[in-house]
């Protein structure tokens, strides 16, 4: 959970339906007004279509009519007029009217103000459908977004009648779009204006309510976020246990919390050592740490030979003391290489930082040595044992998987002579024999490799 969170979750809760809303009216008003201009500019360009006709009757007399020409050319008349050239009627108007004005007979404009690099548009043809709905149907046709050379229009086609009452051809109204749009938000920018206002107004309102609410479970946070990091000693705020509402329940819990997981995460109260449920976290960080950066990791699981016979032969506070000795070893050696643990009973593990197997193995044969070294001074005995070591890499499979491999190995080394660190295992030869559960005169002892016999001597000596 981010440390904003909840604080951004409460803000959310009181902007957004008002932004919600405030989207809702402006597309509401957006729409209503574009509608009601256009509906207004329709009715607008109609009448402009009707002054254009009523100009075309009241300067020229009679019907409109074609007459050919020789060479298969036909010129529009205006009863008696020949009219085919005379733009003056459409450009006046389209001056005044600020739009575009075409008079077309049947679907061909023979008058139009619209131009493409100096000449006049004329004798351009409209679509069929525009056509039907004009010249057979006898209806006005509207578009909007009409794509006329490099703009957009809304354009109205009128019917053209001559004195009998036929449709005859059309007057074409276009207006810019371009024009309308700004108009449109002419009208509707004061209410997103008025939105924006209502968005401070509301975040403002939702900051003076929730800081102090916010602010304490920022803290909280923070008490949580150290406990995750490990540092389980971090004291929680006084302000936040003496609130007496929901907060103040979950600070005392998480106090609380704390305190059981320190009676978990830490040491092995025998050997000092990190336990088992330590490694199994840190594991889990340190692999996914592998993950992102590609820095190796492995680790060992050891087992002490014999273990069984020492307390039976010594007692349980000797096994206990080989155990404590034992530790001690392995944590003065994983020094600045990563961590020792106990995984249970008279096994450990060791976990190495940033180091593979190969250069992992010679620390391990170290440790080994010190090891068959060492003479554990206890209950009037000189105790001396060996391990064996199971090593695998960390970057393969699952931490279980990674720990079964290793265990492997180690039962490998338990099967063949004890006393070792098994890094690869050679392909099997023979089956090996069970291990006995208690050694037998004929079985090495926990002692060194040079050595099967001390364990013996110094029990016959000290008894």
């Known amino acids: 959970m981010k440390a904003k969170g909840l604080y951004r979750k409460l803000l959310n809760t009181a902007v957004v339906p008002v932004v919600v809303l405030g989207l809702v009216i402006t597309f509401f008003c957006y729409f209503r007004f574009t509608g009601t201009i256009y509906d207004e500019a329709r009715e607008n360009m109609r009448n402009i279509a009707k002054e254009v006709i009523i100009a075309y009757d009241k300067v020229y007399d009679g019907d409109y009519n074609l007459q050919k020409n020789e060479g298969d050319t036909y010129d529009l008349y205006k009863g008696e007029t020949e009219i085919t050239q005379d733009y003056s009627i459409v450009d006046s108007l389209s001056e005044a009217t600020g739009v575009e004005i075409s008079l077309l007979y049947l679907d061909v404009r023979i008058h139009t103000t619209f131009e493409s690099k100096g000449t006049r548009l004329a004798g351009i043809s409209v679509n069929p459908a525009t056509s039907s709905t004009v010249l057979d149907q006898e209806k006005e046709a509207f578009y909007r977004n009409v794509q006329i050379i490099d703009s957009k229009y809304l354009v109205l086609y009128v019917p ?71 540092t389980l000693s971090v004291e929680m705020d006084p302000k936040l246990l003496g609130r007496d509402d929901e907060i103040g329940d979950i600070s005392k819990s998480s106090v609380a919390m704390a305190k059981s997981i320190r009676a978990f995460i830490g040491t092995d109260p025998l050997t000092k050592l990190y336990n088992r449920r330590y490694v199994m976290e840190a594991l889990g960080k340190i692999k996914e740490r592998s993950a992102s950066t590609g820095q190796p990791y492995c680790l060992a699981i050891a087992d002490i030979d014999f273990f069984k016979k020492v307390n039976d032969t010594y007692g349980h506070n000797a096994g206990d003391d080989v155990l404590k ?25 060791l976990v190495f930082n940033k180091m593979d197997t190969t250069a992992a193995e010679p620390h391990l044969w170290k440790a080994l040595e010190r090891i068959r070294a060492n003479v554990v001074e206890t209950e009037g005995f000189s105790i001396k044992v060996t391990m064996t070591f199971g090593l695998s890499e960390g970057t393969q499979g699952t931490i279980e998987e990674i720990v079964a491999v290793s265990d ?44 099967q016999e001390e364990n013996e001597n110094a029990e016959k000596k000290e008894v």
Not at 206 to 227: C, E, G, M
Not at 326 to 340: D, P
Not at 421 to 433: G, L, Q, T
């Open 408 to 451: 492997e190995k180690l039962y490998y080394g338990k099967q063949h002579g004890r006393n070792q660190v098994v890094n690869v295992m050679p392909a099997p030869e023979a089956p090996a024999e069970e291990e006995s559960a208690v050694p037998t005169e004929s079985t090495p002892s926990n002692t060194e490799r040079t050595g």
């Open 325 to 349: 000795s034992i530790a001690g070893i392995l944590n003065g050696e994983m020094a600045g290489k990563g961590f020792a643990a106990r995984w249970g009973g008279e096994e450990f593990i």
């Open 160 to 230: 053209v009648r001559n004195s009998h009452g036929s449709v005859i051809g059309m007057v074409e109204i276009a207006k810019s779009q371009a024009s309308l749009n700004a108009s449109v938000l002419r009208a509707v920018w004061p209410i997103l204006l008025l939105i924006v206002l209502g968005v401070a107004l509301a975040a403002w309102i939702a900051y003076k309510s929730t800081r102090n609410i916010t602010d304490d479970i920022r803290a909280l946070q923070q008490f949580l976020n150290k406990v995750e990091g490990g």
